[in-house]
């Protein structure tokens, strides 16, 4: 239980690009993605679908 609220204390990312992603209105496609590939790995051609769908987010975005 410790864990969550360290979590909590974290004041910003280390890295600045980290919070623009996920202050992003596509960091739900963006996380499905990453979940995806923590699914099935190696096997990429798996999630070209949601690779898609974030690109096409991240298009309309900028």
Do not use: N, W
Not at 21 to 48: N, V
């Amino acid at each position: 239980m410790s864990s969550s609220s360290s979590k909590a204390q974290i004041q910003s990312p280390p890295y600045p690009s980290a919070a623009r992603i996920s202050d992003s209105q596509c960091y739900p496609q963006y996380t499905a993605s990453l979940k995806c590939l923590e699914e099935f790995g190696a096997e990429k051609s798996k999630c070209q679908q949601h690779f898609d769908v974030y690109k096409e987010c991240k298009k309309k975005e900028t």
